[in-house]
Each structure stands twice: as structure tokens, then as C-alpha cells.
């Protein structure tokens, strides 16, 4: 059987859920939520963690890497296992273990402990966000519901990167910086309960064997490319970077050929000669950079040049968040009727319209322009994030919804490294340019003052009077400035997301299910075998 008949017996067979199947989705959106959280809130604690466990300047950098290079080189891996031992089992056990981690990590007495304790939130995150991704794919076989579902599942993930810096800003101010991990533990805890009642477990029925070459072919292709990334976006594009880029898609190489030797591949590379499931996903990367690169430059402004509390900039960012959870939810019957190929473009049309409003008038831009700038921008992403989501599931058959789940994670990690890599390092190099210091700023002072929008402005803050003034006015104006470029390549970004999106999403399969046995199956899940 070809992969398309696969795919379209599957879409054939799908079945309407009931009240367990919603009430299953309610579950599975816990640990999504606490995940798109955790991706903001460390940074708000990092000024109290650096204050109590005193780290290097390293050390502070692996705090925050540890997380996101285990949980990028294992996405693939973990999605794969959820597929052979049962996506279900392997969420329960991402969950136990990514609450137990996070209580060591609110009482770690050193850095070096904390880090290590972030390197194992990565291991059991990686188990965590292709199980409920691809246990959407399981209960939701009726394409319409499934529609609603990871239109659901995508804007958990916008309300958790707006409540990031509020809860963040909350907890800070009652309690010691432990307490954005301990988090963890009570929204996990009811996933624990709740789960074996709700949740049905699924798994490929033909999974092969395990194959641990793939295993460490898939992690030493994911880390150093993803670090390099990380590599280029703190320090620029040293030696390091090359090397570490080269090193990574060499060991790529060595994967897909493997693959495509292997009578049961860990990874299909099938799905990757299907228009739809490549286009979805590269509209799914571009889409989170432009989404993380906007938050790079808007986030500072508002903090560093309004003049706004962290958690005011997060509730500033609040309508855009917002925006982007009922474009989601809003486009599902859009896209019942209009195929994927207009309705995506479209949709990004809505986010270049941010990111030019923001070029047109970034140095003299107001908060109330900012923050509808933000609004098209999240109007754009929300669509388009709920229906390439869609696709990439649907462009997978079921046994195969782990695999293709951590796919998706895999883009969209990539795609937030990149946001703050390419965006974040264009703006931070035009602003070194651009910056002209008044006289009175020298010698190490003017170095700080250089190097970055916060280092300018904590140097005025030291300097006072009519130069700290002038320092500060001078920084605004170079940040301001640089940013007018940036909005305009990330316009660009999107216009070749939409491009690909107009390109390759037409070939979708369509739900062609038969009125009779969509009918029969009206039922909720459990009623009957599966």
C-alpha cells in the first residue's frame, strides 16, 4: 500500500468523537500550556538565579541552552518510541519525569545542578509535545474535529507565550525564583490522574525493530546545528558556527541514508517526497521565526525604551496573543471550504501587513502601533499555524503520527532558534553600527553602550544627567532604526512562506469520508473497540 492510500483509507475511516474525545483534548492542552510557559518565563528569573547560585557567564548561557538542545535532539527520537511503545505511555512518563525534574531544579543549590536538571527537562519535554500532537492524530480521525482540535492545540501554545511573562512577573514578586519550575508540578499532576481515564493508547501496529544508529544519528544532527544557531545569535558568526553547521548536516547525511536503507525506518523519509507535509512544515518554521523575531525586537522596545515592567510588556502583547487564538480557532471553517494553498497566503498576508506598519514607523512608533502591528501579525501566524499543523498530520499515516508530530516540534524549535539568530542578530548588528555615542562616553562604558540596547541603556542609567540622557536618546534611535530593516526581512521571510504555501499545499488530502460511516460512527470514544 502507497503512502497516499494509506493516508486516505485512514481519513475514510475516521470517526466523529464525543464528550470523552473533548474532554481527552482538555488533557493533552496541560502539558502544552506548561511547556509554551517555560519557553518564557526562565528568562524573567535569570536576573535572581544569577544573584543566588552566582554563575559564569557560561554557566548562565547553559541554563538556558541545556533545555532546548536535549529537547531538540531527542524530538525525533522520543515521537519515534511514542510510535512502537504507545504515545500515551510515553506522555505519562514525559510528565512524571519532567514534574520530578522540575522540583529538583526549584532547590538546585548550584549552577552546575540546575543545569544539569534543565538537560533532563529536555529529555522528558522531547516525550511530552509529539505524544499530544500525535494523539490528536489518534482521537481525532473525523478531519473536521481534528481541524477544531489543533486549532486548539495551537493557541494553548500563543496563550502560554503570553502568560509567560505575567505569571513570570507574578511569581517573582511573591516567591524565590524556584518557583517557576515548582509550576510544573500542578499542572502535571492532574495530566498523571486524568490521562489512563481519558486518554486511549495508540501505537504503530508494524513499529520494526529499534535501531540505535538512527537514535545517535538523529541527536548529533539536531545538536550541533541547533547550537550553532544558538552559537551565531549570542556571539555572532565566529569559527565556531561553520563548524558546528558542517558537523551537524554531515551527521544528517548519515541519517537519511540509513533511513532510506532500513526496511522500517525510524524516520519515514517518504513524507518528506509529499508537497504538502515538506510546505506545511517549511510554512511552520517560517512562520515561529517571524512570530520569535517580532517578540525579540518588540519585547526590548517596550521594556527598554517605553519604559514598561516585564509583565506590562507581557500584557501589552496580550491582544496580539489573543488575536492569534481566535484567527486559529477561526479559520477551521474557513478552511473546511477553501483549500489550504488561499487560505494560508491569505492569512500571511495579515503578518507582512505588521511587519510593514512597524518598518513604515519604527522610529517614531507609539504602543498603541505596536501593539496592532502585533495584532495583524498574530492574526497571520494563528491561521497559518492551525491549518499547517493539520496538514502535517494529515500528510502522515496514523502509525506514523509520533514521527511526524516530532517533525513538527522539531520546525518549530528550529524556527525559534532562528527568530532570535537571524531577526535578533540583523537588528543587534545594525544597532553596533548605528550607534552614535555623545561625547562623554568612553572607554569600557562605550564599549557596554555598544553592545547592546540594554548595555546603552544601563550605562545612561550610571551616567545621569543631560549625557545619560543623550546616551539614551541615542540608543532608541539606533535600536529604532535597525529595526525598520529587520521588519522589512522578516516581511520577506513571510512573503516566501506564503509563496510555498500557495505553491505546495494544494496537493492536501481532503477527507473524502463516506456520509454512511462518518453517520454510524457518531459516537464517543470508548463505545466501541478500537
Known amino acids: 500500500m502507497t503512502l497516499t492510500e494509506e493516508i486516505t483509507l485512514a481519513e475514510a475511516n475516521g470517526r466523529r468523537v464525543g464528550w470523552r474525545g473533548w474532554a481527552a483534548l482538555i ?38 541552552d541545556a533545555y532546548p538542545l536535549v529537547l531538540a535532539g531527542l524530538l525525533v527520537t522520543m515521537g519515534t518510541l511514542g510510535d512502537r511503545f504507545g504515545r500515551r505511555r510515553m506522555l505519562i512518563i514525559g510528565a512524571t519525569g519532567f514534574a520530578l525534574v522540575s522540583a529538583l531544579a526549584a532547590f538546585a543549590p548550584s549552577a552546575g545542578w540546575l543545569i544539569a536538571a534543565r538537560a533532563a527537562m529536555g529529555i522528558f519535554g522531547a516525550m ?9 492524530r489518534s482521537i481525532f480521525t473525523d478531519r473536521d474535529q481534528r481541524r477544531l482540535a489543533i486549532a486548539v492545540w495551537a493557541s494553548m501554545f500563543s496563550a502560554g507565550a503570553a502568560l509567560g511573562p505575567i505569571v513570570g512577573g507574578i511569581l517573582l514578586e511573591h516567591f524565590a525564583w524556584g518557583a517557576v519550575f515548582l509550576m510544573a508540578v500542578p499542572v502535571l499532576v492532574p495530566l498523571l490522574i486524568c490521562a489512563p481515564l ?74 518528506f517526497s509529499r508537497g504538502t507535509f515538506t510546505g506545511a512544515l517549511l510554512v511552520n518554521l517560517l512562520s515561529v521565526v517571524a512570530l520569535v523575531g517580532f517578540l525579540f525586537f518588540v519585547a526590548q522596545h ?19 496573543m489573543a488575536a492569534m487564538i481566535v484567527a486559529g480557532l477561526g479559520v477551521v471553517p474557513i478552511a473546511k471550504r477553501i483549500d489550504a494553498r488561499i487560505v494560508v497566503p491569505v492569512a500571511l498576508m495579515f503578518s507582512v501587513a505588521g511587519y510593514i506598519l512597524v518598518a513604515l514607523s519604527a522610529t517614531d512608533a507609539d504602543l498603541g502601533l505596536l501593539i496592532g502591528a ?38 518549530y524549535e528550529l524556527g525559534a532558534v532562528l527568530g532570535t539568530a537571524v531577526l535578533g542578530g540583523i537588528l543587534t548588528s545594525l544597532f553596533r553600527t548605528g550607534m552614535v555615542l555623545p561625547d562623554g562616553v568612553a572607554g569600557t562604558a562605550a564599549d557596554a553602550a555598544r553592545e547592546t540596547l540594554a548595555g546603552a541603556m544601563n550605562v545612561a542609567d550610571d551616567l545621569g544627567g543631560a549625557v545619560g540622557e543623550q546616551l539614551r536618546l541615542a540608543a532608541a534611535h ?22 510555498i504555501a500557495a505553491t505546495t499545499l494544494g496537493t492536501s488530502p481532503r477527507a473524502q469520508s463516506p456520509r454512511k460511516e462518518n453517520n454510524v460512527a457518531r459516537r464517543p470514544i470508548g463505545t466501541d473497540p478500537r
Open 302 to 320: 517596550l521594556q527598554l525604551i517605553v519604559g514598561l515592567s516585564p509583565m506590562d510588556a507581557g500584557f501589552a502583547l496580550v491582544p496580539g
Open 478 to 499: 539606533a535600536f529604532d532604526s535597525g529595526v525598520v530593516v529587520t521588519a522589512l526581512v522578516g516581511a520577506v521571510l513571510v512573503v516566501v512562506a506564503a509563496v
Open 198 to 271: 481519558l486518554l486511549p493508547e495508540s501505537r504503530d501496529p508494524n513499529p520494526g525493530r529499534i535501531d540505535p544508529a538512527s537514535i545517535v544519528l538523529s541527536m548529533a544532527t539536531m545538536v550541533p546545528i541547533v547550537f550553532a544557531i544558538k552559537e551565531a545569535a549570542v556571539h555572532g558568526f565566529g569559527p565556531m558556527v561553520p563548524v558546528l553547521a558542517l558537523v551537524g548536516v554531515g551527521f544528517g547525511v548519515l541519517f537519511v541514508r540509513r533511513q532510506l536503507r532500513l526496511e522500517t525506518p525510524m524516520l519515514d523519509m517518504r513524507l
Open 27 to 64: 488533557v493533552l492542552m496541560l502539558p502544552v500550556l506548561l511547556v509554551s510557559v517555560d519557553n518564557t518565563v526562565l528568562s524573567f528569573a535569570l536576573p535572581d538565579i544569577a544573584r543566588d547560585l552566582g554563575p559564569t557567564s557560561a554557566q548562565q548561557l547553559w541554563i538556558i
Open 128 to 136: 511530552l509535545m509529539p505524544s499530544t500532537l500525535s494523539l490528536l
Open 374 to 411: 502585533f495584532v495583524l501579525l498574530g492574526i497571520g501566524i494563528g491561521a497559518a499555524e492551525t491549518v499547517s499543523n493539520e496538514l502535517i498530520l494529515s500528510s502522515a499515516p496514523p502509525a506514523k503520527a509520533g514521527a511526524a508530530s516530532a517533525v513538527s516540534e522539531t520546525a
